[in-house]
């Protein structure tokens, strides 16, 4: 999604040429992955972890970061989840950036009369332990309006949640509101009218089984028009995505199953 | 950009290995070690160049063996640039 956008991928890491070229040809990866063998380039970019001791096979690695970078070398955008376990997925980085979501994407519509909604994941696959990107948009019906956040008590700000335990974090943020003055109440209040997206992003657990992995999920919203205010709803919704299998290395199968067969390495 | 050593690297080695030992037999991981590991790994973490500035210059051969530079990777709408820990573990 993201070469349809013009912007190619690329990795790097400590590894050797060589290695790089069987785990390309292993995993059939078609994207370049650069090796940074003295991780000259990994302190070039002051990103270099320092936690390591000499003696760990982790030496050398980097800070898990990514960049979008313009053609020119500059930053757009960078990205950095504080568990390399967790990573951002090329649709969540389309999303943000481009707004692309694919032909496959799993999407549900909600409608109220006033609103339809229409969340969704810009692609259906993931892997456990990833940062995913949601889209939830918005029409609201002509004459009506649905509220911003900082709403007084007694109105329910729009918002859209995932629910359960398999999500470990999640922020969900809209554009900014429009300020509604109501003089009849005395009140001014931050509203949204017509069509507008909002763009969110949720961390899943690790691990989680490979397949089809169910999110419910709520929406919650208050509709009103200049002459009616509904009270607060809450929509349930549930959304499946497709869990990938994890890569896992030969040296942590090997180890994996040495320990399951009963000897512990000292 | 930090360029000092820290002194606990043995305290963190500890906390890795031991989150590392748990992983590789299969057995589950505490959350108290889990967030040992996590300090371990993440203190003091750096995130290099911010939005607006430039990145370094970079040469490096990819699977490939060819050498790659922004100017051969880059699309049109440029590239990103994932920093990873290891293809080999």
């Not at chain 1, 948009?137 to 007084?152: A, N």
């Not at chain 1, 709520?218 to 009616?228: A, D, E, I």
């Not at chain 1, 497709?242 to 009963?262: C, H, I, M, Y």
């Not at chain 2, 370094?56 to 820990?85: C, E, K, M």
Request: glycine share 8%.
């Amino acid at each position: 999604m993201l070469e349809k956008n013009g912007v190619h991928i690329a990795a790097i890491s400590y590894d050797s040429p060589e290695i790089l070229a069987a785990f390309a040809q292993k995993h059939a990866i078609e994207f370049p992955l650069l090796s940074d063998k003295a991780s000259e380039t990994i302190r070039a970019f002051g990103i270099f972890n320092f936690n390591m001791a000499p003696d760990l096979r982790s030496y050398g690695v980097p800070h898990p970061v990514e960049f979008l970078v313009g053609p020119d070398g500059t930053v757009v955008k960078k990205y950095f989840v504080p568990n390399y376990q967790h990573r951002v997925t090329g649709s969540a980085v389309a999303l943000h950036e481009f707004g692309t979501i694919s032909s496959d994407a799993p999407v549900v519509a909600l409608e109220s009369g006033a609103l339809t909604v229409q969340i969704g994941f810009p692609s259906p696959k993931a892997f456990a332990g990833q940062e995913v990107g949601f889209f939830a948009r918005f029409i609201v019906k002509d004459g009506w309006h649905i509220y911003g956040s900082s709403v007084p008590a007694n109105y329910a700000a729009t918002s859209v949640t995932f629910d359960g335990p398999d999500v470990v974090s999640q922020r969900f943020e809209l554009p900014t509101a429009e300020m509604l003055n109501l003089p009849a109440l005395g009140e001014t209040l931050p509203v949204y009218s017509g069509s507008f997206q909002g763009i969110g992003s949720l961390v899943l657990k690790h691990p989680l089984p490979e397949g089809k992995l169910v999110l419910p999920g709520h929406l919650r919203f208050q509709q009103c028009s200049n002459t009616v205010c509904e009270p607060p709803q809450t929509f349930p919704f549930e959304l499946a995505l497709n869990l990938e299998p994890f890569v896992v290395s030969e040296r942590d199968l090997a180890r994996t199953s040495k320990s399951q067969a009963g000897r512990q390495r000292p | 950009m930090r360029n000092n050593i820290p002194h606990d690297l043995a305290e963190k080695a500890a906390a890795m290995r031991e989150f590392g030992r748990l992983r590789a037999a299969g057995l589950p991981v505490p959350a108290e070690v889990r967030a040992r590991h996590l300090w371990a790994t993440n203190d003091g973490y750096a995130t290099g160049p911010d939005p607006g500035e430039r990145i370094p210059d970079f040469a490096l051969p990819d699977q490939f063996g060819i050498i790659r530079t922004l100017n051969n990777l880059a699309g049109s709408n440029g590239l990103l640039l994932v920093f990873h820990r290891s293809a080999d573990w």
